[in-house]
């Protein structure tokens, strides 16, 4: 199947700092990348639907000026959180597919983020 | 409001049984249906999938079971196996949009 892969796999950052992670799919060109979060033992979350060359799409209740995204080539999307807090901690994932609507999604290992 | 529901958190099941993981779906327009299974700290690994057009869809181990009317799919694995122990999400599509909603995840254990 197809690879898709998250940096880094955890990170640790103090309150008020920004993240960036960089999901990106190594055998394939993903028109379309999906970033999700989850929290322990709660299902994923769709947070933004990214399209390469324009602006992510955010789901209702996710700050977009919080969780800036980047989707700047087929093969690489990037997820800044700004200002992280403590509330920011999570495990996030991103996906990839090739955008046709039935189209699987391939999902990156994953991000741990712990915001101190 | 949960519009995919996975109401089994847990699930046990002894080597060489039958496991059958059940998910429950509100919206008439998800047209398109996928397992997941996750291992903790892993990103979800696709499994099988299902179209709305079909009932059932085979893949080794592993069927997918669809009734439309009920709004309801299964995942059966048969024989199930200790490396099938994870969690396994159930995700729908509408299609086009290519958005995945996702049930909360049901553990599987499967005992030797």
């Known amino acids: 199947g197809a690879v898709v892969s998250q940096h880094p796999s955890r990170v640790i950052c103090k309150s008020g700092t920004s993240v960036k992670i960089e999901c990106r799919s190594l055998?394939?060109?993903?028109?379309?990348m999906f970033w999700y979060r989850q929290f322990p033992k709660q299902s994923l979350m769709l947070m933004a639907t990214?399209?390469?060359?324009?602006?992510?799409?955010?789901e209702q209740g996710v700050e977009k000026d919080k969780f800036l995204i980047n989707h700047a080539s087929l093969t690489l999307s990037t997820l800044t959180v700004t200002s992280a807090h403590p509330e920011d901690s999570s495990f996030y994932i991103c996906?990839?597919?090739?955008?046709?609507?039935?189209?699987?999604?391939?999902f990156g290992p994953g991000t741990r983020l712990t915001v101190l | 409001d949960q519009q995919v529901k996975q109401n089994s958190p847990s699930l046990s099941v002894q080597e060489g049984r039958i496991s059958i993981l059940n998910c429950d779906y509100t919206?008439?327009?998800?047209?398109?249906f996928l397992w997941y299974k996750k291992y903790p700290a892993e990103g979800p690994t696709f499994l099988i999938s299902?179209?709305?057009?079909?009932d059932k869809n085979e893949d080794g181990r592993f069927t997918v079971f669809l009734n439309k009317s009920a709004k309801h799919l299964s995942l059966h694995i048969v024989p199930s196996q200790p490396g099938d122990s994870a969690v396994y999400f159930c995700?729908?599509?509408?299609?086009?949009?290519?958005?995945?909603?996702f049930g909360q995840g049901t553990t599987l254990q499967v005992k030797p």
């Open positions: 055998d394939f060109q993903a028109t379309t």
């Open positions: 995700a729908a599509s509408d299609g086009n949009t290519g958005k995945l909603i």
């Open positions: 919206n008439s327009m998800f047209d398109y």
């Open positions: 990214s399209n390469e060359g324009s602006k992510a799409t955010y």
């Open positions: 996906s990839a597919s090739l955008g046709r609507g039935t189209d699987t999604q391939y």
């Open positions: 299902i179209s709305s057009i079909k």
